[in-house]
């Protein structure tokens, strides 16, 4: 089955700073990947997602990109602020969701 | 809010207790979905249900009964539990059968604490 790791498990930034957080992916028939954002009490959400059939994907502040031939794909967010602190997961799919294990922002004002 | 409520947020049951958590999704979808998140693990996929069909149960115990009485409900009931059950137990709903239109949506979790 699938196997997605990530990295890193924690990060830490000051306010303005751009973030990356990677995911490196087993299955080469994986064709979607979303990234969800989990702030404390709730429960993850979609921030940006991308299909294998795209390399690049911007949002505002967010990006995503990947390398299929590499299998992995990284989230890009620029000019970070102290509310995007949270955990951020990535994902892959062929088939049913499997997810990286989390990484805890904190975006120091 | 993304459409999908659960309640309640907070459970805590003794390991004789027998209680269920709901799911409702208020955006149209015919795939539900129960996930498992403990502290510093993976989200795990417990359920799939499409069109209130069940298609995937992965390898949970049976102490984790799901229930989905139509598209829009889903239940999971709770007997018998251990504390190393206790964890944020997610609902998630999509719109199956379409590639291009399958994100999960998530709800804000149940947090379950068994005593």
């Known amino acids: 089955g699938e196997n997605v790791e990530q990295h890193p498990s924690t990060l830490s930034v000051q306010e303005g700073d751009s973030a990356v957080i990677k995911c490196t992916y087993s299955?080469?028939?994986?064709?979607?990947f979303p990234w969800y954002k989990q702030e404390l009490g709730k429960g993850p959400q979609l921030i940006i997602d991308i299909r294998s059939n795209v390399g690049e994907k911007k949002d505002q502040r967010i990006a995503v990109t990947l390398n299929k031939t590499a299998k992995h794909f990284s989230l890009h967010i620029t000019e970070t602020q102290p509310e995007d602190s949270a955990v951020y997961f990535c994902?892959?799919?062929?088939?049913?969701?499997?997810f990286g294990q989390g990484t805890i922002l904190t975006v120091h004002p | 809010e993304t459409g999908v409520t659960q309640t309640p947020r907070h459970l805590v049951m003794g390991m004789t207790n027998k209680k269920s958590l709901k799911c409702e999704q208020h955006l149209g979808h015919n795939a539900m979905y129960w996930y498992k998140q403990s502290a510093k693990k993976p989200l795990e996929l417990m359920f799939v249900?499409?069109?209130?069909?069940?298609?995937e149960n992965n390898s949970v115990p049976s102490r984790f009964s799901p229930e989905c009485p139509n598209s829009s409900h889903l239940f999971l009931h709770l007997h018998t539990l251990q504390p190393e059950d206790s964890a944020l137990y997610l609902c998630?709903?999509?719109?199956?059968?379409?590639?291009?239109?399958?994100?999960?949506?998530f709800g804000p979790g149940t947090r379950l604490t068994v005593l």
């Open positions: 994902a892959a799919r062929y088939g049913k969701l499997t």
């Open positions: 249900y499409n069109f209130k069909e069940q298609t």
């Open positions: 299955d080469s028939a994986s064709n979607y």
């Open positions: 998630a709903s999509s719109q199956a059968g379409r590639p291009s239109t399958d994100t999960q949506y």
